[in-house]
């Protein structure tokens, strides 16, 4: 890996960081509304909520050119354990980031149907850990 590669990786590693600990935040809110059930978002929530959207989006790019360029350079390394768990991971990542525009409402484009929603939201809630672990 180059260091401009490397650069992009650290930009990716930074911005999922934060979307992590806002990922944090947001499901134990989510959590604790299941468990209790009560309200507890207020006005923090739903700005944390508008930053999981933002850092999210920012996130797509960098992670799409690191992920596409690491590709180029890996596809036919000698390692093929690794070669595979890197398409795993990159299918798990990309799931991630369809789920998450999935989940978006849109003006003129918005999933409605609960039963579909709800399919975006785990997968949503479920690739993250996956990723991570395929990684680890």
Same mark, same amino acid.
């Given at each position: 890996?180059?260091?401009? *590669?490397?650069? %992009? +990786?650290?930009?990716? !590693?930074g911005?999922f $960081?934060?979307?992590?600990?806002?990922? /944090? #935040?947001?499901?134990a809110?989510?959590?604790?509304?299941?468990?209790?059930?009560?309200?507890?978002?207020?006005?923090?929530?739903?700005?944390?909520?508008?930053a999981?959207?933002v *850092?999210?989006? %920012? +996130?797509?790019?960098p !992670?799409?050119?690191? $992920?596409?360029?690491h590709?180029?350079? /890996? #596809?036919?390394?000698r390692?093929?354990?690794a070669?595979?768990?890197?398409?795993a991971?990159?299918?798990i990542?990309?799931i991630?980031?369809?789920s998450?525009?999935a989940?978006m409402?849109v003006?003129?484009f918005e999933?409605?149907?609960?039963?579909?929603?709800?399919?975006?939201?785990?997968?949503?809630?479920?690739?993250?850990?996956?990723?991570?672990?395929?990684?680890?």
């Amino acid at each position: 890996m180059g260091p401009r *590669l490397q650069v %992009l +990786l650290y930009i990716v !590693f930074g911005l999922f $960081a934060i979307l992590g600990a806002n990922s /944090a #935040y947001l499901s134990a809110i989510t959590f604790m509304e299941w468990w209790k059930g009560e309200l507890f978002q207020n006005y923090f929530y739903q700005i944390m909520f508008l930053a999981h959207l933002v *850092l999210g989006i %920012l +996130l797509v790019f960098p !992670f799409l050119a690191f $992920a596409f360029a690491h590709l180029k350079l /890996a #596809y036919n390394r000698r390692n093929r354990r690794a070669v595979k768990v890197g398409y795993a991971l990159l299918w798990i990542s990309l799931i991630l980031i369809l789920s998450g525009f999935a989940l978006m409402r849109v003006e003129g484009f918005e999933v409605r149907n609960p039963n579909t929603r709800s399919a975006f939201y785990w997968a949503h809630v479920i690739t993250p850990l996956l990723a991570v672990w395929l990684y680890v």
